[in-house]
């Protein structure tokens, strides 16, 4: 949240005072990630995901797409086993950078892009719900209460800039449901949870749109018990491979993520009509599923393999393999 007595010289404040008033915690996410000009996935040619240069790294990120390998490998398992078949209608990644895809033959969906699925296909998103603009909700005077900004121009050292407000206002009855549903624990003075209903949103078009598939997602999901610990939110930013706490800090320059609640995504995949929901670490996934990729690459003579190296780097507890978490849908 806004650092007290901070002013910010960011763009994206620009566009966002001049609405007036007070602005959900959403809307200043969604401008700061998605706005067409100044938002951070919208900036053409930008260096977002890699080694040097880049503000964050991913299993997509790879140079020997290990990553797209076993995710290949983990669907057939997962349809010859449900299906009885390992061909889905087509295949679709749904969050794609820049067009590319690491399933041979796979149609990209971008970033933002309309959601269109035929159902039996296979659809793959790897950090797509974390990337959705999201709510903080503060429990306060007995209630859970919604984060309100309210934008203002002030002056600094550096000039004109802006500053950030906090304000909490009643949160809606649905919304307020969610809350007590998921963490009626947490009904504590000040606890904070960052919840994103625009990515459960997300979600639930994608699971009703492909009935009889398989929908995979690979994200930073937590339980709802794991999100009890932190009663400071779990929002943060990535710039330069560094994790930041301000998010509010060079709005539109870096990307800014939250932890989605796995428990809520498993109800929605049963609204939505699933047969079966799963949620686990990826390690376990992929040994559980992709057994015979990971045998191949083991079996690859080099002990310097660079597959050898990147199948370490997804499996390892203390690396990927327990800090990504899969859905499985089918």
């Known amino acids: 949240m806004p650092e007290k007595n901070k002013i910010y010289h960011s763009r994206i404040f620009d566009i966002l005072a001049d609405s007036g008033g007070e ?99 296979l659809a793959v998103s790897n950090e797509l719900l974390d990337a959705r603009p999201f709510d903080r909700f503060e429990f306060s005077e007995g209630a859970w209460r919604k984060t309100f900004l309210k934008i203002r121009r002030a002056q600094s050292g550096e000039g004109c800039g802006y500053a950030v407000e906090k304000r909490l206002r009643p949160a809606p009855p649905e919304e307020c449901g969610v809350l007590e549903k998921y963490f009626g624990r947490c009904q504590t003075e000040g606890f904070c949870i960052d919840f994103s209903f625009d990515a459960l949103g997300l979600f639930k078009k994608i699971v009703a749109q492909n009935r009889g598939g398989l929908s995979i997602f690979f994200d930073y999901f937590r339980t709802s018990g794991e999100l009890a610990s932190f009663p400071g939110g779990t929002a943060r930013t990535y710039k330069s491979h560094a994790c930041g706490s301000d998010i509010f800090e060079g709005a539109g320059s870096r990307d800014i993520t939250y932890s989605p609640c796995s428990d809520a995504f498993l109800d929605a995949a049963y609204e939505c009509g699933a047969k079966r929901a799963e949620c686990m670490a990826q390690e376990e996934f992929f040994m559980r599923y992709a057994q015979g990729e990971i045998r191949r690459i083991v079996e690859i003579p080099d002990p310097l393999d660079r597959k050898k190296r990147e199948l370490c780097q997804l499996l390892s507890p203390d690396m990927m393999g327990r800090v990504f978490r899969v859905i499985a849908i089918y």
């Open 23 to 121: 602005i959900e915690l959403s809307e200043f996410v969604r401008a700061a990630l998605y706005h067409p000009e100044l938002g951070y996935y919208a900036k053409p040619g930008a260096t977002r995901i890699g080694g040097e240069g880049a503000d964050f790294y991913t299993a997509e990120s790879m140079e020997e797409n290990v990553f797209g390998a076993l995710v290949e490998n983990a669907a057939r398992q997962i349809l010859k086993q449900s299906r009885g078949a390992a061909k889905a209608a087509e295949a679709v990644e749904i969050g794609s950078e820049g067009g590319r895809t690491m399933i041979a033959g796979a149609r990209a969906i971008g970033i933002g892009g309309d959601i269109e699925i035929r159902p039996g296909s």
